[in-house]
């Protein structure tokens, strides 16, 4: 029997994550002897950052098996008293959590939630009639809640494009005391190899580590690339100061950009994420150096913001009114109850042509010359020569910027965005071997000893 479990809101703001609970569910179905193979690597999938209703991060998981039961009754048990357990350990709300069981096949059905709740609101009567649809194809072993949003988006995510994650989870008895996580200059050393592809473990512009989160959850190292196995690799390589409780490999939409889909400036409504391409209309540069724009796209005009976190207003402040650009990010309502779509990457498409006009220079001394009257041509004010057949100077002026596309940094990127490193590159999937998803990759689940 092939299945798959997605899993989210299993986490809190007193800690926990939600990566770390699918890892403690693998660990538990295979020591029980429930896992016969694992069908591709656990999936992280992050959504909409827009949406009020999230968790930290706003990620969600997902997991196929192959079970060597025949019976789903077992893991559907196994699978609620693990989650009731972790959420209880770290101070959670049941409510919210959600898991969701369905047969390996179906969740090419379910790829219409994972769209709609990566690039805009999903109502619960919404996600109601998608399971009503699918009968009982669908067990949600806790209960209809606002996180079976997340678990049912995890099953269906396209797998299109992606990255990898290798996630290191700290020992119990270490959570809650400051990590100890490999030195930036490890870290620093892994991105600038190629052997290893990983990307992002560091911020050269600040030169602070990346890898490591903050706050009370477990995870210790997160270290991100395109190539499973050599993920696998890059944490042999690295020291871990402090002892672990077990590590995962996460197939990712991170680093992606898939939520940036092109709409219309009138379908980039609050809470939607998206791109816009249109004509400047106005640049202001605010008190702080946030940046503003006004684009039209021929049917509306929105607001964007540039925010200097970023990195890019850099660029942005380089524009002017007749410019063609592409504005990806998500859209937020603020206070003065206008749409503004917050910029997560800046694509300058065409440039406006600026020229400076000036006077003519005299043929006789050199000096710059000066308007001698309505239709009177020249005259200079050093030697007096005069003349009406000159013509004004016209350069083109120089716009410090160049067409196209520009990306934050690795310390402001968002877990959706593309960030600097990966400009350009193709995200095409890895199948990778899976003989290392995690530290339990030497039990027999994947068919290697």
């Not at 016969?36 to 997991?63: C, E, Q, W």
């Not at 077990?246 to 994420?273: C, D, Y």
Request: proline share 6%; with cysteine; net charge neutral.
């Amino acid at each position: 029997m092939k299945v798959s479990i997605g899993i989210d809101g299993v986490d809190s703001q007193h800690g926990g994550c939600t990566t770390h609970a699918l890892y403690r569910l693998f660990k538990r179905l295979v020591e029980k002897g429930y896992v016969r193979s694992l069908l591709d690597y656990p999936y992280l999938v992050r959504l909409n950052p827009a949406v009020p209703r999230k968790t930290r991060g706003n990620g969600a998981v997902a997991i196929g098996v192959e079970l060597a039961v025949d019976r789903l009754d077992p893991l559907v048990e196994e699978l609620s008293g693990l989650l009731v357990e972790y959420v209880a350990q770290v101070r959670g709300d049941l409510s919210k959590a959600c898991a969701a069981v369905v047969p390996y096949g179906l969740t090419e059905r379910l790829r219409e939630v994972y769209t709609k709740a990566l690039t805009d609101f999903v109502h619960l009567d919404y996600l109601g009639s998608i399971i009503k649809s699918l009968g009982d194809s669908v067990v949600l072993p806790l209960g209809m809640n606002w996180g079976c949003v997340g678990a049912l988006a995890a099953l269906g995510w396209s797998r299109s494009v992606c990255t990898y994650e290798l996630l290191v989870y700290r020992d119990p008895s270490y959570v809650g005391s400051p990590r100890r996580a490999p030195d930036v200059g490890a870290l620093a050393e892994l991105d600038s190899s190629r052997e290893y592809e990983t990307f992002c473990s560091y911020d050269p512009e600040s030169g602070r580590i990346t890898a490591t989160p903050g706050g009370p959850d477990p995870v210790l190292l997160g270290i991100r690339g395109l190539d499973p196995d050599k993920l696998v690799e890059a944490l042999r390589v690295l020291a871990i100061p402090e002892p672990i409780e077990g590590w995962m490999v996460f197939k990712t939409n991170q680093a992606s950009g898939e939520h940036m889909i092109p709409r219309a400036s009138l379908e980039l409504k609050p809470l939607r994420t998206g791109c816009l391409a249109g004509v400047v209309r106005e640049v202001a540069v605010r008190p702080g150096g946030d940046v503003v724009l006004s684009v039209s796209d021929g049917l509306g005009e929105l607001r964007a913001a540039v925010f200097k976190e970023t990195g890019l207003t850099r660029y942005a402040r380089l524009l002017v009114a007749g410019d063609v650009v592409r504005l990806c990010g998500s859209v937020k309502l603020w206070d003065d109850d206008r749409p503004t779509l917050h910029v997560e990457l800046l694509e300058v498409v065409d440039l406006e042509e600026r020229y400076l006009r000036r006077n003519p220079r005299c043929p006789k001394c050199g000096s710059r010359m000066e308007s001698a009257g309505r239709g009177k041509g020249y005259r200079c004010p050093k030697c007096g020569f005069r003349a009406a057949d000159l013509r004004p100077e016209v350069s083109r002026l120089p716009r410090g910027i160049d067409v196209g596309v520009y990306l934050p940094g690795c310390g402001s990127v968002k877990h959706l965005g593309i960030p600097m490193p990966l400009s350009g590159l193709d995200l095409g999937c890895r199948e990778g071997s899976l003989r290392a998803v995690s530290d339990f990759y030497r039990i027999d689940v994947v068919g290697v000893v």
